[in-house]
Each structure stands twice: as structure tokens, then as C-alpha cells.
């Protein structure tokens, strides 16, 4: 298999199923007990040079600043990671890799920003959905709405799109169990630490490579002006941020002080049409199966205003760059991290 890449649409403004969280089968588990780590492998002859920025991507990653998709490129998403960085350290608020950030960064100097890892074969081996249908009632023929391919998988495993990857290694690299591959440095998540495994979340928690014990959230915050969603602790302490997308001159952010009501890991998705107001009322309402494709992706963070949410997506490349119906939305490892941060009576506060 050669790199290639896939999109699909996602949306909002419909109710993920609360009941089956505990009733539907795992999607994503491992199978058969097959290995999900992704051993180190020989950098090989092929030269690379880090560059600054994405260096910084990968650390501010690892921090809980995500900059959205690891890419190496400086963007709105990268600014407002650095700035988050810089008003959690009481550095200048610049939103720029300057001196300062730069020193305060070199803590994680031991970091590399990448590294050539072994593609393990419980990995490589899906499931897969090559012919993923853009119709949500064959969607919903779906036992889950998977991947499109290995290299889908495996840049949302490190945190990137498929044309880094291909930047990283070669349009004519093969892709497959045991090859080696270079990739953004996330590394594996401490398996010790896995909890209860309802609906396969430990196994989606393994594949977006998000650890499971995170920093507890006394409130998120919502900022349409900058972008935004953060988490501070019980001391008022900016601990992670994320870019999001929120909302549209349609179907605004709602403004306000909200709760979190639950949060549904790799959720049912009621698709409702008449809740979209560029969907034709004709289409028929439908359930669609949990899955990283889904259009709240993994995640399905709820709010006590109703088909209102924050939720993942099945286009991280878009987070900070497209409209929503809504919703707040963020990449599947983002949305992943924020849920395991976050419980029932958590205030969110969505602001201008």
C-alpha cells in the first residue's frame, strides 16, 4: 500500500444515543490481543532536519497546547497554541515562537519532533472502509465508520494529515505491518494505565495516542474570538488548550453558561436532516454507527442545551478553518483528551 489520503463531511446539530453507551458492541478494541505499540525502528539513510516549528507542534502537543494538526507549517491554530503556552507561563502574549518561548520551550529539549517507528500489525489491519459511502443511509449500513485506509489511520494516531506524512517519508513509501515510517513524535500511551474498557474506548484511546490519565477540569472555556477552547483547573490555572470551530452566521454559538451533562465515548449518532439547514427535509432520519468517520467523530461531550455539544471530527484538517452547525468542534485526539478531563457538572462557558 502506497500513501493516500481521505475527507469526509461531519456536522452537528443532532443527538449522539446516551442509552447504548454501554450496549454496543467495541468498535474499536484490539483484536486477538494484537499490539497497537509502535516499536522504535533504524532511521535509515534517508536525511531529515527538523525544523523549529515542528518541534515546537510536537511539544506544545505533548503540553496539552495542541496547535491542530502537526504539520510543520505556521498557522492560526499554531499562534493560538503558542499563546496559550505563553499565558499558562507568564510569558508575553506574542503568539510567535519568539526567544522567550523558545527558552521556556528547551525544558523538552530531549524531544525529538520525530521518529521512525515498526507499523504494528494490530494496527495495520483495520478495519478499513475503502469505499466509504457519502450517503448517511448507507452509513448507517455500516458496523462502524472507520478509516478509510492505513494512511487516515495512521495520521490521526500521530496527530497529523497524510500529506505530512507523505513530506516526512515519500509519496513511494510503502505503508503496511513492519514497515518502518517516520511520524510526528506522539508517543505510546502507558497501557497500565487504561481503565474500564466500555464501547473500545481503551483501544480508540491507543490508536488517537491519548493517555487516559489527564488533569482534572473545573471549567472550559469557549473563546469565539480567539478560537479556542480551554481548560483551566481548580485554581483558576490555564492547564490545555484546543482550537475548535464553533459555530456560523446560521447557526451561531450559543452564547451562555452552560453544564456538561456526559460525555458519550465513540457514540451512536442520531442524524436528523430537518435539524440541517443545508440538508434537504427529504432525507430520512437515521442512526449512524460509532466510528473516527462519524460526524462527531469519537467523542460526544454534552451540554445542557439541547443538539448542542462538543464533539470530534472526521476533517482535522478544518478545525479553526470551516463553519459548524453550532457545535463546538475539535480533532478526535483533542476531543479524546477533553473527555477524559471532564465530568458531568462541569461548567462551560461559551464566550464572545
Known amino acids: ?18 442509552s447504548a453507551d454501554e450496549t454496543r458492541p467495541a468498535t474499536q478494541a484490539k483484536a486477538n490481543g494484537d499490539s497497537l505499540i509502535f516499536a522504535d525502528a533504524e532511521p535509515g539513510s534517508r536525511p531529515f532536519t527538523e525544523t523549529p516549528i515542528l518541534r515546537a507542534q510536537v511539544i506544545l502537543d505533548h503540553l496539552g497546547f495542541s496547535p491542530g494538526v502537526i504539520d510543520g507549517k505556521e498557522g492560526a491554530s499554531y499562534a493560538a497554541a503558542l499563546r496559550g503556552f505563553q499565558q499558562a507561563n507568564d510569558l508575553a502574549d506574542t503568539g510567535k515562537l519568539d526567544t522567550a518561548t523558545e527558552q521556556a520551550l528547551q525544558r523538552w ?14 494496527f495495520a489491519k483495520g478495519p478499513f472502509v475503502p469505499a466509504f459511502p457519502k450517503d448517511a443511509a448507507e452509513q448507517a449500513k455500516l458496523p462502524a465508520l472507520g478509516y478509510r485506509n492505513l494512511t487516515e489511520a495512521l495520521a490521526e494516531r500521530f496527530h497529523t494529515t497524510p500529506e505530512t506524512l507523505v513530506a516526512l517519508n515519500s509519496a513511494s513509501t510503502l505503508v503496511g505491518a513492519g514497515r518502518p515510517f517516520r511520524v510526528p513524535n506522539i508517543a505510546d500511551i502507558d497501557q497500565s494505565k487504561l481503565g474500564e474498557d466500555s464501547r473500545g474506548w481503551n483501544g480508540t484511546l491507543e490508536r488517537l495516542g491519548v493517555a487516559p490519565q489527564q488533569p482534572a477540569a473545573a471549567k472550559v472555556v469557549v473563546d469565539k474570538s480567539e478560537g479556542v477552547l480551554k481548560v483551566f483547573d481548580a485554581s483558576d490555572r490555564l492547564i490545555a488548550q484546543f482550537p475548535a470551530t464553533m459555530g456560523s452566521s446560521r447557526d451561531p454559538l450559543p452564547i451562555g453558561t452552560w453544564k456538561i451533562q456526559g460525555v458519550g465515548r465513540n457514540p451512536d449518532f442520531h442524524y436528523n436532516p430537518k435539524l440541517f439547514w443545508d440538508v434537504s427535509d427529504s432525507k430520512e432520519a437515521v442512526k449512524l454507527p460509532p466510528g473516527p468517520n462519524s460526524p462527531v467523530g469519537v467523542v460526544w461531550i454534552d451540554i445542557n442545551k439541547p443538539h448542542y455539544g462538543i464533539h470530534g471530527t472526521s476533517e482535522p484538517h478544518t478545525i479553526g478553518r470551516a463553519e459548524s452547525h453550532g457545535c463546538v468542534r475539535l480533532t478526535n485526539w483533542d476531543a479524546a483528551r477533553l473527555a477524559q478531563m471532564v465530568k458531568p457538572g462541569t461548567p462551560a462557558i461559551f464566550q464572545n
Open 109 to 122: 529539549r530531549e524531544v525529538p519532533a520525530t521518529r521512525v517507528v515498526i507499523i504494528p500489525a494490530g
Open 1 to 18: 500500500m502506497y500513501l493516500a489520503g481521505s475527507l469526509l463531511l461531519a456536522g452537528c446539530n443532532a443527538s449522539p444515543d446516551k
